[in-house]
């Protein structure tokens, strides 16, 4: 599982992205991220989480409003309740 914490944003976006390559190439599976620790985010640093190889776990208040802002469906925060990013 990747955790993210403080800021995604555009500078933010290309470590992610390369920590997320990293992930996929590693275990050969989608990346699990926790974005519960989140407390500023843009549509340019959630870029990464939306190629359909993303498992997002939890969100924090900021990252939900900014995905209901996009029309993208939030993860239920619930453990057995994951939604594909």
């Not at 990293?22 to 275990?27: A, F, L, N, P, T």
């Not at 407390?39 to 990464?48: I, M, N, Q, R, T």
């Not at 924090?60 to 939030?74: E, G, H």
């Amino acid at each position: 599982m990747v955790t993210v914490a403080g800021a995604l944003d555009t500078c933010g976006a290309a470590l992610l992205s390369a920590v997320l390559d990293q992930v996929r190439r590693s275990e050969r599976a989608a990346a699990e991220v926790d974005l519960s620790r989140v407390h500023y985010a843009d549509s340019h640093g959630l870029a990464p989480l939306l190629d359909g190889q993303v498992t997002i776990r939890r969100t924090s208040p900021v990252v939900r409003r900014l995905l209901t802002a996009l029309d993208i469906p939030s993860p239920r925060q619930a453990p057995s309740g994951p939604v594909p990013g």
